[in-house]
């Protein structure tokens, strides 16, 4: 239950405090008093969007705040908050928010900060508000199945199905996907089985593209490589190492004589030996160095294959060129020829997985159908019930259930089940029932839409009921039986109700008068409760306009002694 509201430069409001009671309090004034600002606020603090708009003009900052008992129908809100770590205080709990100028937004949950949405979540377990837009809503068959659910009791189970049927939808996209593929499939599975087949024959080795091409330069080159290793044995094998080994025995006879000459003599050991080494290696050399045309011609061919494979199969960004590279597209396209052969039998494996879903989901459709269909006689029933109580005896209000038409399943079955809901309505006997769009009365919607909130108030836990001018299009005495219904719902719920018809503030327990003064340049709303003679003269002011009128005093006193 709403206990207190602090408003402090919202919209005209400058500073507002006010003290709810349970039971029924009225919201009255003139017309553009502000009395939908005082909803506006309540509406932002319970995480309502708003805008650096709703900021009194001069001011730095709009701020609203509230506390609410738990007493009563507060077991939902006591577990959100104890899942979200923050502690009530004597089972009351105090929500702030604030919006500067520079756009930024603040919301506290006593001293904890919140989200926008995890205020608004929690305090529509405290709270609901009904405004137009909730007969704008109301004309949307869309919201009907909604709200079927939530009197049901069935909104976790069909946000559950609507899950699994996302899965459902993605499953069939992978399979389009696959059957879409298998169209190229075999185009591409012979390019790659070619692919691997030509990669595979090359018997490619890493490393060879280098060697070959060290060999085909030799080959190429074989008369110079011969003539030169030719003269360089020429070289050694003649003067040069006879003259190496006098002068090693002349520096070896030297150092005999004077050690200094030791290092000089062993280096030329060291050199005669490494040149007599050399002049062995080039033999061997010279001995297998052949010409051989049929070898430099496959040397060519087969440096030729590989630039080819090369430029047929390129590496992709990033990885290994050359032979190496060639080798890794085949190893790649391998792997991809595997997974494309195994494709057709994943493709018949997903299609049993889909037809297993459809199934599954198909009888959970079917039993979240048979759930609203049980509720929606009860829902029926209860809203025809209020409806009598509100002057609309022979008002018939049905709620339509008819199964998606197709035989397919992904056409039968929706997002929500296999289920189409609307809301029908008759306000006489002997007229059908038509959809509630076509109602042409304002004040017959309204009369719905309180006997639908009615309903819904015995089936949830919210203990603060608001109604933005819940009168539209009504009087006489339809105003007197609306009147006499909120003050009866007001017995088990906090009822705030702003209107305009004095035959249903008479009923409010509490009435606060909202209105507006101009001091200077200054516009600014006001709030406070009248009681005694005062609100005597706004239930005065309500009947005629006159509040001083004494036709209209003494009205205003008989309705209230009458009804409060």
Same mark, same amino acid.
Request: with cysteine.
């Given at each position: 239950?709403?206990?207190?509201?602090?408003?402090?430069?919202?919209?005209?409001?400058?500073?507002?405090?006010?003290?709810f009671?349970?039971?029924f309090? +009225?919201?009255?004034?003139?017309?553009?008093?502000?009395?939908?600002?005082?909803?506006?606020?309540?509406?932002?603090?319970?995480? =309502?969007?708003?805008?650096?708009?709703?900021?009194?003009?001069?001011?730095?900052?709009?701020?609203?705040?509230?506390?609410?008992?738990?007493?009563?129908?507060?077991?939902?809100?006591?577990?959100?908050?104890?899942?979200?770590?923050?502690?009530?205080?004597?089972?009351?709990v105090?929500?702030?928010?604030?919006?500067?100028?520079?756009?930024? !937004?603040?919301?506290?949950?006593?001293?904890?900060?919140?989200?926008?949405?995890?205020?608004?979540?929690?305090?529509?377990?405290?709270?609901?508000?009904?405004?137009?837009?909730?007969?704008?809503?109301?004309?949307?068959?869309?919201?009907?199945?909604?709200?079927?659910?939530?009197?049901a009791?069935?909104?976790?189970?069909?946000?559950?199905?609507?899950?699994?049927?996302?899965?459902?939808?993605?499953?069939?996209?992978?399979?389009?996907?696959?059957?879409?593929?298998?169209?190229?499939r075999?185009?591409?599975?012979?390019?790659l089985?070619?692919?691997?087949?030509?990669?595979?024959? *090359?018997?490619?080795?890493?490393?060879?593209?280098?060697?070959?091409?060290?060999?085909?330069?030799r080959?190429?080159?074989?008369e110079?490589?011969?003539?030169?290793?030719?003269?360089?044995?020429?070289?050694?094998?003649?003067?040069?190492?006879?003259?190496?080994?006098k002068?090693? +025995?002349?520096?070896?006879?030297?150092?005999?004589?004077d050690?200094?000459?030791?290092?000089?003599?062993?280096r030329?050991?060291?050199?005669?030996?490494?040149?007599t080494?050399?002049?062995?290696?080039?033999?061997?050399?010279?001995?297998?160095?052949?010409?051989?045309?049929?070898?430099?011609?496959?040397?060519?061919?087969?440096?030729?294959?590989?630039?080819?494979?090369?430029?047929?199969?390129?590496?992709?960004?990033?990885?290994?060129?050359?032979?190496?590279?060639?080798?890794?597209y085949?190893?790649?396209?391998?792997?991809?020829?595997?997974?494309l052969?195994?494709?057709?039998? !994943?493709?018949?494996a997903l299609?049993?997985?889909?037809?297993?879903?459809?199934?599954?989901?198909?009888?959970?459709?079917?039993?979240?159908?048979?759930?609203?269909?049980?509720?929606?006689?009860?829902?029926?029933?209860?809203?025809?019930?209020?409806?009598?109580?509100?002057?609309?005896?022979?008002?018939?209000?049905? #709620?339509?259930?008819?199964?998606?038409?197709?035989?397919?399943?992904?056409?039968?079955?929706?997002?929500?089940?296999?289920?189409?809901?609307?809301?029908?309505?008759?306000?006489?006997?002997?007229?059908?029932?038509?959809?509630?769009?076509?109602?042409?009365?304002?004040?017959?919607?309204?009369?719905?839409?309180?006997?639908?909130?009615?309903?819904?108030?015995?089936?949830?836990?919210?203990?603060?009921?608001?109604?933005?001018?819940?009168?539209?299009?009504?009087?006489?005495?339809?105003?007197?039986?609306?009147?006499?219904?909120?003050?009866?719902?007001?017995?088990?719920?906090?009822?705030?109700?702003?209107?305009?018809?004095?035959?249903?503030? #008479?009923?409010?327990?509490?009435?606060?008068?909202?209105?507006?003064?101009?001091?200077g340049?200054?516009?600014?709303?006001?709030?406070?409760?009248?009681?005694?003679?005062?609100?005597? *003269?706004?239930?005065?002011?309500?009947?005629?306009?006159?509040? =001083?009128?004494?036709?209209s005093?003494?009205?205003?006193? +008989?309705?209230?002694?009458?009804?409060?």
């Amino acid at each position: 239950m709403l206990e207190e509201l602090a408003i402090k430069d919202f919209a005209l409001i400058d500073t507002v405090s006010l003290e709810f009671a349970p039971g029924f309090t +009225a919201l009255t004034g003139e017309t553009g008093a502000g009395k939908s600002i005082l909803i506006g606020a309540l509406s932002f603090l319970l995480g =309502g969007k708003a805008d650096t708009g709703c900021i009194r003009t001069g001011a730095e900052e709009a701020r609203v705040s509230g506390v609410f008992s738990l007493d009563r129908g507060g077991a939902g809100a006591l577990e959100w908050l104890s899942d979200h770590g923050i502690d009530s205080e004597d089972n009351r709990v105090r929500l702030r928010r604030a919006i500067r100028v520079n756009g930024k !937004n603040g919301a506290w949950i006593e001293s904890a900060p919140v989200t926008r949405a995890e205020l608004a979540d929690f305090a529509a377990l405290l709270t609901d508000i009904h405004g137009q837009r909730d007969h704008e809503s109301l004309l949307r068959s869309g919201e009907h199945r909604r709200s079927l659910d939530e009197f049901a009791g069935i909104s976790g189970e069909t946000a559950r199905f609507t899950l699994a049927y996302s899965d459902l939808v993605k499953k069939r996209e992978e399979l389009a996907a696959l059957e879409d593929a298998s169209l190229r499939r075999d185009e591409k599975i012979e390019m790659l089985r070619y692919a691997v087949e030509e990669i595979a024959g *090359a018997k490619l080795k890493p490393g060879e593209e280098e060697e070959l091409t060290q060999e085909e330069k030799r080959l190429n080159q074989y008369e110079k490589l011969y003539a030169a290793v030719e003269e360089a044995l020429g070289l050694l094998s003649g003067d040069l190492l006879s003259g190496l080994k006098k002068l090693n +025995a002349l520096l070896d006879q030297a150092a005999g004589f004077d050690e200094a000459l030791k290092g000089a003599a062993k280096r030329c050991e060291a050199g005669f030996y490494e040149y007599t080494d050399i002049a062995e290696d080039l033999r061997a050399y010279s001995r297998g160095l052949v010409f051989d045309p049929e070898r430099l011609n496959a040397v060519e061919e087969r440096l030729a294959l590989l630039f080819k494979l090369r430029k047929k199969y390129p590496p992709e960004r990033g990885k290994a060129g050359g032979i190496e590279g060639v080798i890794a597209y085949g190893e790649s396209a391998q792997g991809e020829l595997e997974r494309l052969s195994r494709s057709e039998e !994943n493709q018949e494996a997903l299609k049993a997985e889909i037809g297993r879903m459809e199934r599954a989901l198909y009888l959970a459709a079917k039993n979240l159908s048979q759930k609203r269909r049980a509720a929606s006689t009860l829902m029926a029933s209860g809203v025809e019930s209020v409806l009598a109580k509100l002057g609309m005896g022979g008002a018939r209000f049905v #709620v339509s259930i008819t199964e998606k038409e197709s035989a397919e399943f992904d056409q039968k079955c929706g997002p929500y089940g296999i289920d189409n809901v609307e809301f029908l309505f008759s306000a006489n006997p002997g007229v059908p029932e038509k959809p509630l769009n076509k109602i042409a009365s304002g004040g017959e919607l309204s009369r719905v839409m309180l006997a639908l909130k009615t309903v819904f108030a015995g089936r949830d836990s919210i203990d603060t009921l608001v109604f933005d001018e819940i009168d539209t299009g009504i009087g006489g005495e339809v105003s007197v039986s609306v009147g006499a219904h909120l003050k009866q719902l007001s017995k088990n719920k906090q009822i705030l109700c702003i209107t305009h018809l004095a035959s249903i503030a #008479v009923y409010a327990d509490t009435q606060m008068k909202v209105e507006k003064r101009v001091a200077g340049n200054r516009t600014a709303t006001s709030v406070r409760a009248v009681t005694g003679e005062e609100r005597t *003269a706004e239930i005065g002011r309500m009947l005629s306009g006159d509040p =001083g009128s004494a036709q209209s005093l003494d009205h205003a006193r +008989a309705l209230l002694q009458k009804y409060t």
